[in-house]
Structures are given as C-alpha cells and as structure tokens.
C-alpha cells in the first residue's frame, strides 16, 4: 500500500504539472471504486481551475477555484499516469486539461475519491479525528506522551494509530523505531519522554529520506512520471529478518507479528 511518502512525491509530481491548470474535463470509466463516486463529481469540477494540490496523512487533495477539494485515496495499487501512451483497463478516472491528461489507474479498487466543501475539510469524517501531521511542528514528545500515557497496547501499535499520528504506516513506523531504539512491543505506557524525544525526529528524519529518494519501489507503487522510487534500497530493518544488524551490535533482525502486521527490529538495540 503507498504509504506517506508515496503520497506525498504523488502530490508533489501532480503539482508540476496540474497546478493552475484548467480542467477541460474529468470522465469516469466505471461507477465506483472501492466506493461510488460522489454524485455530480464530473458537473462539479469539470471547468475549474486547480489552486493547488496538498497531503493530509496518506490522502491527496486537489484544491479547485470553486472551493471545492477533490480528496482522492491510492488504496492498495493506486497510482496516477501523466499523459499515458495508451489508455489502461484500470483507468477509472481521468483529468484533462489543456496541456495533460492524467489517469488514476487502480487495478484492485482499493481506493476511492470524495468531493469536500474546501472550508470544510477539517470536519471530513476521516480528517476530523486525525492526529498531528507527522513533518509538521505540531507533533511533539509531548504531544506522543500524552497521547500514550497509560496505554497498554504496543507501541508499534500505536504509532499506527491515526488518531495518534496521521499518516504513518507499517514500513515507516518500523523504522523510526529502528532509529530510535525502542522496542517495537514495548507498552505504550512505559515509553517515557526521553525515547519519545528521539523517537519524533527519527520519524521526520526516515519520512524526509524516503520523500528525497521518491517512494519506495514496493509491490506496484510508481511515482507519478512511471519512475519508481528506491528508498527500499535503503532500509534498515525492514523486510531484513535474519541478516546483520546495521549498527554493528552484533544483533541479528527478527520479525514477529503485530496486529497482523509484520515487524522487523534488532532485538539488542532497540529495548
């Protein structure tokens, strides 16, 4: 599933060449994704002006000059094509504007696309509970511990919580905690500020790397322009069960199961 990053170099990739764009037109090949497409979507939008494109956790926003916002979700496989050489059977949505064609192409449906009141947006039901965004300044140690205090479920667990954080996913949410040294089943509640004052700029740190490198190469994830990313070159404990650990510890990387996710972690350095 693309994840924050994939999300975001997706948004970023649109805006290049969307933004300020008119939308000549916007068809839809089937009724529905993983839900039905809003209805009047097509009447909606179609002659508006882009005013620009924005994340908010793993959803992308496609603001319009008739405060409207196209919010629109990757699912599992999804993915955007800029001027595709041909069309695909997954081509569910397309965007034309005067200069591109843009294709949201899913093969399994998993994802789905809303129309929202610009001025409303905060109060869109997935939004409106969300916790802090994981780069923005809002996110803090004192934010997590209070957020955690108490808990008894994993911190891993947690993390992946939108209620908590928003955004953060498997790959990266292992990671961080990678990074900081904690142990990925270890109680919520005995994760004091000092792990927690680590843990908020290893989060920034793997999320910035990941949004440099493009996205990982995972599965069918693709940047917007067909390129995959490679930051999956790059990390440390991810899908690694049984080799070395990076930090020379002498640890090797196990992997259990946690809320039917896999982990990965090195059992001597992260405690």
């Not at 949505?93 to 696309?113: C, K, M, S």
Request: aromatic share 8%.
């Amino acid at each position: 599933m693309p994840e924050l990053p994939e999300v975001e170099t997706t948004v970023r990739g649109l805006a290049r060449f969307m933004d300020g764009a008119r939308i000549e037109r916007l068809v839809l090949n089937r009724p529905d994704l993983r839900f039905p497409f809003p209805e009047g979507l097509v009447q909606a939008v179609s002659g508006a002006r882009v005013a620009g494109l924005s994340r908010r956790a793993k959803y992308g926003l496609i603001h319009t000059d008739r405060a409207s916002t196209l919010i629109f979700h990757l699912g599992m496989s999804g993915r955007w094509r800029i001027d595709p050489d041909a069309p695909d059977k997954h081509d569910h949505l397309l965007i034309e504007t005067a200069q591109h064609r843009f294709a949201l192409n899913d093969p399994r449906r998993f994802g789905y696309v809303d129309l929202v009141d610009t001025a409303a947006l905060e109060s869109w039901p997935a939004f409106a509970a969300m916790g802090p965004e994981p780069l923005g300044e809002a996110l803090t140690a004192q934010h997590l511990r209070a957020a955690i205090r108490g808990r008894k479920q994993a911190i891993k667990l947690l993390l992946l919580d939108q209620h908590v954080v928003a955004g953060l996913g498997n790959i990266y949410v292992c990671e961080a905690l990678f990074r900081a040294g904690i142990h990925p089943a270890k109680r919520g509640g005995l994760v004091y500020t000092p792990a927690l004052e680590r843990l908020v700029p290893a989060i920034r740190e793997v999320l910035t790397e990941s949004i440099r490198d493009g996205g990982s190469t995972l599965r069918d994830y693709a940047r917007p322009d067909g390129e995959l990313g490679y930051f999956a070159t790059n990390f440390r404990v991810y899908g690694r069960e049984g080799e070395a650990c990076v930090n020379g510890d002498g640890g090797v990387i196990k992997r259990i199961v946690q809320g039917g996710r896999s982990t990965w972690f090195c059992p001597v350095c992260q405690r």
